[in-house]
C-alpha cells in the first residue's frame, strides 16, 4: 500500500536542495526534532514518489500532535506544476485545491 521509499538518485537530489533542509511550516514557530519528508499524496493506494509530492517537515509536524495533513497536501499540491499533474489523471486536482482551501479556511 504505502509504495516504495525515494530512489536513492532522487533522495540525493533532494539532499542537494536547500529546501529540504528545514521544515516547510518553521513559520509556525513550534518546530522540534529532526527533519524529515512526507509523501503528502497517494495516488491508487501508492505514495506519489516524486520531489514535489515530498515536503520537509520536523518531527513535530510529521510524526506528531503537530501533523495537519491537509496543510501538507496543499504545500505540496502549491508545489506542482501542471505537467506534474497530468501523470495522475484520475485525481481533480483542481477539486483538491478548492477542498483544500475551503477546509483551511484560506
Known sequence: MWGEPIPPKMRAEMDSMPYYHKCVRRYEGNCEGRITWEHAWIYGSRKINEIWA???????????????????????????????????PKKDWKQELRYLIAKLKL
Do not use: M, V
Request: contains cysteine.
Open 54 to 88: 515530498i515536503i520537509p517537515l520536523c518531527e513535530y509536524h510529521h510524526l506528531r500532535e503537530g501533523l495537519n495533513k491537509p496543510l501538507n497536501q496543499l504545500i505540496a499540491l502549491r508545489r506542482a506544476t501542471p505537467e506534474d499533474l497530468a501523470k495522475y
